[in-house]
């Protein structure tokens, strides 16, 4: 299940993305610089350690983390949260929860589509965004 996610993929498109990061209580200028990139996401997989990196022009965040197991991690925007990845239906599934009350949870999830492309979809306080990559 892992090996179709390992690998570098490349944002092509991007739908409702600021709304979401605004719903979370992302920043406007982390908003407006984050719709100003297009980032890479790698994918590495060693035994049950899972590294996912993105990089852009302004920053480079690293998400480590076991399936099942729940971890606090730092987001790209600087909040903290506890997220747990799972496997459900041939897709990665990241439950993130707030541990301060001024945040929000969010569900992610992560799949390769029939085209090949990753799609991410990320959702948050009714709000839904779209992400799609490419792999390169």
């Known amino acids: 299940m892992s090996d179709k996610f390992v690998g570098k993929w490349k944002l092509t498109d991007s739908d409702n993305f600021n709304d979401y990061m605004k719903e979370v209580g992302v920043g406007m200028l982390a908003r407006t610089g984050a719709a100003a990139v297009k980032p890479v996401l790698e994918f590495v997989v060693d035994g049950d350690n899972w590294k996912m990196t993105s990089t ?28 747990t990845f799972t496997f459900t239906d041939g897709k990665l599934v990241e439950e993130q929860k707030k541990i301060s009350e001024k945040d929000k949870d969010s569900h992610i999830e992560r799949y390769i589509d029939g085209d090949g492309k990753m799609v991410i979809t990320c959702e948050s306080g009714g709000v839904k965004a779209v992400r799609k990559y490419e792999k390169m």
Not at 67 to 75: C, D, L, S
């Open 56 to 83: 852009s022009t302004f920053t480079t965040w690293v998400c480590e983390f076991k399936i099942g197991e729940p971890k606090e991690q730092k987001t790209a925007d600087g909040r903290t949260l506890m997220s």
